[in-house]
């Protein structure tokens, strides 16, 4: 008699193989994690990172600079990318066009928030009062640079009502403080300028389209200027 020593079925076979051939591909996954960064669950920014950069040949780098009172347009004045924002001097509101974030901010209070948020192309940041922030970013779009070309002429006013269209022309003007002190309205907002180190002295990049009002009460002198790009390069 002859007997067929049978070593492993089949299936059991194909299973050895599979759970072999696994073994290797999971080799090959370790080997390649920054390519596959969903599968070791990685920092959360660091996804949003990657998933916003993803297919644009853009130039990334860092960047620090600090901003004063005005409205800022990603992309045109500052770089987009995700920024660390925190009060260097004084006091005063910040907040975005998308209202992700809106805070006060105040340099010498301790508990004085940190902001964290990504500002991307066509949002504004405004900065109100007399607060000066610092503005820093690891990843923010070195090569992006939308102009800004100056609209409007340059003219001193004193006190007094103007209406835009008729007394000065329409465009987008730095407001800045010559003399005096005082308080200017302006889009709906009461803006006291002084000459303290803690006390406004400029607004930059404000909007005036025809009929716009703009009032000017107590001795303070200001200019209008046309707004230059205040781009970070």
Same mark, same amino acid.
């Given at each position: 008699?002859?007997?067929?020593?049978?070593?492993?079925?089949?299936?059991?076979?194909?299973?050895?193989?599979?759970?072999?051939?696994?073994?290797?591909?999971?080799?090959?996954?370790?080997?390649?994690?920054?390519?596959?960064?969903?599968?070791?669950?990685?920092?959360?920014?660091?996804?949003?990172?990657?998933?916003?950069?993803?297919?644009?040949?853009?130039?990334?780098?860092?960047?620090?600079?600090?901003?004063?009172?005005?409205?800022?347009?990603?992309?045109?004045?500052?770089?987009?990318?995700?920024?660390?924002?925190?009060?260097? !001097?004084?006091?005063? %509101? #910040?907040?975005?066009? =998308? @209202?992700?974030?809106? *805070?006060?901010?105040?340099?010498?209070? +301790? &508990?004085?928030?940190?902001?964290?948020?990504?500002?991307?192309?066509?949002?504004?940041?405004?900065?109100?009062?007399?607060?000066?922030?610092?503005?820093?970013?690891?990843?923010?779009?070195?090569?992006?640079?939308?102009?800004?070309?100056?609209?409007?002429?340059?003219?001193?006013?004193?006190?007094?009502?103007?209406?835009?269209?008729?007394?000065?022309?329409?465009?987008?003007?730095?407001? !800045?403080?010559?003399? %005096? #002190?005082?308080?200017? =309205? @302006?889009?709906?907002? *009461?803006?006291?300028?002084?000459?303290? +180190? &803690?006390?406004?002295?400029?607004?930059?990049?404000?909007?005036?389209?025809?009929?716009?009002?703009?009032?000017?009460?107590?001795?303070?002198?200001?200019?209008?200027?046309?707004?230059?790009?205040?781009?970070?390069?």
């Amino acid at each position: 008699l002859e007997f067929t020593l049978n070593t492993e079925p089949k299936p059991l076979k194909e299973l050895t193989s599979f759970l072999e051939y696994s073994k290797e591909k999971l080799e090959e996954l370790k080997k390649d994690s920054h390519k596959h960064f969903y599968l070791f669950k990685p920092d959360k920014k660091d996804i949003e990172d990657r998933l916003y950069m993803q297919n644009k040949k853009l130039k990334y780098g860092k960047v620090c600079f600090t901003l004063t009172a005005g409205r800022y347009t990603v992309g045109m004045d500052i770089p987009e990318g995700r920024y660390k924002i925190m009060a260097m !001097k004084n006091f005063g %509101n #910040i907040y975005n066009k =998308y @209202y992700t974030f809106d *805070e006060d901010l105040d340099a010498e209070d +301790d &508990d004085s928030p940190k902001i964290h948020k990504r500002l991307i192309i066509g949002d504004i940041l405004i900065i109100t009062d007399s607060l000066v922030v610092e503005l820093s970013s690891k990843k923010a779009n070195l090569l992006q640079n939308i102009i800004r070309y100056p609209i409007g002429k340059a003219i001193t006013l004193k006190a007094g009502n103007y209406i835009c269209g008729e007394d000065f022309k329409a465009g987008v003007y730095d407001i !800045k403080r010559i003399k %005096n #002190i005082g308080t200017v =309205y @302006y889009d709906d907002n *009461e803006n006291n300028f002084g000459s303290g +180190d &803690d006390e406004l002295k400029e607004i930059k990049n404000c909007f005036f389209k025809n009929n716009d009002y703009l009032g000017i009460s107590g001795g303070l002198i200001i200019e209008l200027s046309p707004s230059q790009n205040n781009y970070i390069k």
